[in-house]
């Protein structure tokens, strides 16, 4: 049994996807980080960066990892699944996977900072995220275009990617002409193991129809706070 510390974030996703995906019995205890539930002495100890996702492995002794990225490759390789055991073909999921945690994420993180949090609006900021992010979704569709998935096979790269891609509206970032991408954002969508996942630990339509969503404002107000400690 794996427990699941988290929260309705794009990294929060990437794990519960994953474990959706694997088919691994998990249960679900949602952190509450507008009251910094996570900066929280218990969760600290499973995880010292005070951050979601983390598990915990009871089969493993109550093993805990931290760091979104850790955790695909533990379950992955937990598994055998998801991911390829020879060398070039783990070299290449993660190397997408590293391309989603040192650049998508971040990058996109900034851009939800600055377009959508900050009260005050500085746009050279809001420019240089939301630009570097359309160039980092342009490097995708070029992969895309040579291949039906990012790695080769549909891997833990595939869901770390999509995890925060699916969320370009909220960061204010077009996927307009970008066939490819947009041709493996509704392939991912229509795996029922996603849709399962990114309604863990609750369903939140503000990150893919921030202009529909009627309780997108709140989510702001919650957001913004945090980005404030």
Aim: proline letters at 6%.
């Amino acid at each position: 049994m794996i427990d699941l510390y988290t929260a309705a974030t794009p990294n929060g996703h990437k794990a519960s996807v994953a474990l959706e995906e694997l088919g691994l019995p998990y249960t679900v205890r949602a952190l509450n980080l507008p009251a910094n539930e996570q900066k929280e002495p218990w969760f600290l100890a499973i995880n010292p960066n005070g951050r979601i996702p983390a598990i915990v492995d009871r089969e493993a002794g109550d093993f805990a990892i931290f760091e979104s990225g850790a955790i695909l490759i533990y379950l992955a390789e937990k598994t055998g699944r998801l991911m390829p055991s020879d060398a070039k073909g783990r070299s290449r999921v993660i190397q997408w996977l590293m391309f989603q945690m040192g650049g998508v994420g971040p990058m996109m993180g900034q851009a939800n900072v600055f377009h959508r949090y900050f009260p005050e609006k500085i746009q050279p900021a809001i420019d240089r995220y939301q630009n570097e992010s359309r160039r980092l979704f342009e490097v995708l569709n070029g992969q895309l275009a040579q291949h039906e998935w990012l790695a080769g096979d549909y891997s833990i790269a595939d869901i770390a990617n999509w995890c925060w891609v699916r969320t370009h509206r909220w960061s204010g970032v077009s996927v307009e002409g970008l066939p490819h991408l947009q041709r493996w954002l509704d392939a991912m969508k229509a795996r029922p193991a996603c849709q399962r996942g990114i309604e863990v630990p609750a369903k939140i339509d503000s990150l893919v129809a921030p202009d529909k969503d009627k309780d997108a404002q709140a989510f702001i107000e919650q957001a913004r706070k945090m980005v404030q400690r």
